[in-house]
């Protein structure tokens, strides 16, 4: 599972998963989290705006990532 570091909490999770590159963009993230595609703590998640905190992990496409703050002003892959 890979680490993600974010600057701020909450952040919202079509943010994440723009940032991380698991969509091309703003729009697809949004999509496939209203289609019901992105689990956020082994659980369905159909809120584009779900406010994602330190600790929560989010799976999509055979991808997972856990969430940590930062504190530094940008996401930082690690």
Do not use: H, Y
């Amino acid at each position: 599972m890979k680490e993600v570091k974010i600057s701020r909490e909450p952040m919202e999770l079509f943010k994440i998963l723009k940032f991380e590159n698991m969509v091309a963009s703003g729009g697809e993230a949004k999509l496939v989290i209203a289609d019901g595609l992105v689990m956020v703590n082994g659980a369905v998640e159909t809120r584009k705006r779900k406010q994602i905190m330190a600790g929560d992990v989010i799976e999509f496409a055979e991808e997972k990532i856990k969430i940590q703050i930062n504190g530094q002003g940008e996401i930082i892959k690690s």
